[in-house]
């Protein structure tokens, strides 16, 4: 049994060989994120909440309807009446309608005055048929978790909501291929998956809420992509329903299949502005049957990247995550958080290391092995090793806690860059200094509180969010497109898992060549040659 590593390194300059990891001297009591806290009806201003959240049309300039897309008639609602039903739509119900029309971060809403629930994918091929013979332009929404406003409608178009397509279709537990359609939720997929033994590939602190349609949609990362790859790997097929209503129906449960183009690719990450996923096959891992986290304390960056590395040479086939954060993350989830501290004293930077495996011994063994070094070589300062399900959650749980606790800031300005493992705490300094040169960071009435850094640094991949005490111009202003330009010096990407939506399709060209963009506007124009599916989005308009 792990014991926790706390203040360690004393001993092992000491006496490696006498080592003892102690138990957990400062018992975590962080309150695991609650599964249930991202359900999207808490978040709009009618259930109790004072914030209004501006319309995304009114906010950001920029925005003109495309006066192409019909306004809805009371003739269009009884034809999508006929098709999913009474009970499978919401009209003309404002305090219904609010939380399709507003996004989990409070910062974009639309304007939508319907919200269609189909229940079969051959409804779905219905609705999309009519509307591009009505030019009238819809929104997929699956959980509604995504960080780009992708999910909401920016003027009034339809919401096509996934959330009563939501069944498992099939499962093989000898080759672990689930077969399951768009609505269901990453966590209960997961769930239903213990039971068997397996596990879903990806996992994120949105899981409660969010669809594996929407992850698919966006091609979502997570906290363990690392170890099981991306969803284009994973993913071995795909039902899609096209703007004109065909279906395309690729859900092969084959692991290999060289025959053809490889179409479905080309609707993962495509934020549902080409198609509407309804169903997906998909590899599942075998559920670990040892899991150990810790958490280590570190000085700088330089030891964050030597504990990635000695962790991928030491740790190699049993690692399952590697994630860090910095002392300004850590105080900003303190300070939404009535949680009692990890560690007795605070570093610059924070990692948490998963293994995961099938031989607890073999797996404790190594993992100890690594500790100690990284103490005896003074690479961590201090640590603590999770020992049981709890800990595991409550070190998770500072992690995942980030996002909701930058949320409850005046404002935060969200970004989601990749680039060289090296580059990713100079990218956090450089923009610190740009921002107190800029005035607007640094003096005592500034409105940024801080710089905060965290992610999947083993994936190369920042989650750069900047918290403000109140809105200021001037702050998006400097950063924007600043830190994009930054990024491509770093031949690096301006988002690296949530997309582009409304928030980064008008800087795509920091990441890709006009060739390449033209092709994309090729492509789309194709499948949707009426522009209907999630406009205004995705792409850059000129
Ligand atoms: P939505 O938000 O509903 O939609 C997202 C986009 O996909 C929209 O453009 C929408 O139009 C489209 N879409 C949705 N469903 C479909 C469908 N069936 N067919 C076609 N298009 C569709 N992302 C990561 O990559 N890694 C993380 O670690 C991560 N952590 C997060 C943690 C928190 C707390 C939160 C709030 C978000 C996080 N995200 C993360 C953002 C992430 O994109 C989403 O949570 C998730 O993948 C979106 O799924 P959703 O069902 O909520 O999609
Ligand atoms: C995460 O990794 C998510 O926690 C959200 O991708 C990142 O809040 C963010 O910026
Ligand atoms: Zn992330």
Excluded at 19 to 26: G, H, I, S, T
Excluded at 106 to 114: M, T, V
Excluded at 209 to 230: D, E, K, P, Q, V
Aim: charged content about 20%; glycine content about 8%.
């Amino acid at each position: 049994m792990f014991r926790a590593t706390s203040r360690l390194h004393t001993v092992c300059q000491a006496a490696r060989s006498t080592l003892a990891l102690r138990p957990v001297k400062y018992a975590p009591a962080y309150k695991a994120v609650s599964l249930t806290m991202f359900n999207t009806s808490r978040l709009y201003a009618t259930s109790g909440s004072t914030k209004v959240v501006p319309l995304t049309a009114e906010k950001y300039p920029g925005f003109n309807r495309n006066e192409q897309f019909k306004k809805l008639e009371d003739s269009d609602v009884d034809h999508f009446k006929a098709i999913v039903g009474e009970t499978g739509l919401i009209y003309n119900n404002e305090d219904d309608l609010a939380a399709f029309n507003t996004d989990w971060m409070n910062k974009y809403r639309g304007q939508s005055q319907l919200v269609l629930k189909p229940k079969t994918t051959q409804q779905v091929a219905d609705i999309l048929k009519y509307c591009t013979e009505q030019s009238i332009a819809v929104v997929p929404q699956g959980g509604n978790t995504g960080l780009v406003g992708g999910s909401i409608p920016v003027f009034d178009e339809v919401v096509l909501s996934l959330q009563s397509m939501n069944s498992i279709r099939s499962f093989d537990d000898v080759s672990g291929i689930l077969t399951a359609d768009a609505g269901c939720i990453l966590e209960g997929l997961d769930n239903w998956l213990n039971e068997k033994g397996y596990m879903m590939p990806l996992d994120l602190g949105a899981k409660g809420s969010c669809h594996i349609g929407g992850n698919l949609a966006t091609n979502a990362g997570g906290l363990r992509l690392l170890r099981y790859g991306s969803l284009h790997g994973t993913v071995l097929g795909l039902e899609v329903v096209l703007p004109d209503g065909s279906i395309l129906d690729s859900m092969s449960t084959l692991r290999k299949d060289n025959t053809g183009y490889d179409l479905k690719q080309l609707f993962i990450g495509s934020e549902g502005t080409i198609g509407v996923i309804t169903g997906v096959s998909i590899l599942t891992p075998r559920r670990p049957k040892a899991v150990n986290v810790a958490l280590l304390g570190l000085n700088t960056y330089e030891d964050v990247q030597k504990a990635f590395k000695q962790s991928r040479s030491e740790l190699s086939e049993i690692l399952s995550a590697f994630e860090f954060w910095d002392n300004n993350a850590l105080q900003i989830y303190k300070k939404h958080s009535d949680a009692k501290p990890l560690m007795e004293n605070e570093y610059p930077f924070y990692v948490l290391i998963e293994t995961s495996g099938s031989n607890k011994d073999h797996d404790d063994e190594k993992l100890t092995n690594y500790l100690e070094n990284m103490m005896v070589d003074e690479v961590a300062q201090d640590g603590v090793v999770a020992q049981d399900e709890t800990q595991i959650k409550n070190i998770w749980g500072v992690r995942e806690g980030f996002t909701e606790a930058l949320g409850k800031e005046a404002a935060v300005y969200k970004y989601d860059v990749s680039m060289p493992v090296n580059k990713i705490n100079d990218c956090l300094e450089d923009m610190r200094q740009h921002l107190k040169d800029g005035g607007v960071f640094g003096q005592p009435d500034s409105p940024i509180i801080d710089v905060v850094g965290y992610g999947h640094v083993g994936d190369g991949n920042l989650h750069l969010n900047i918290a403000a005490n109140r809105v200021d111009k001037r702050v998006p202003a400097l950063i924007e497109p600043y830190l994009f330009e930054w990024v491509a010096k770093q031949n690096g990407s301006i988002s690296a898992e949530h997309g582009l939506g409304v928030a980064k399709n008008q800087f795509l060209s920091y990441s890709k060549s006009d060739g390449m963009i033209k092709m994309m506007k090729t492509m789309k124009n194709l499948l949707d040659p009426k522009g209907v599916l999630n406009p205004y989005k995705y792409l850059p308009s000129q």
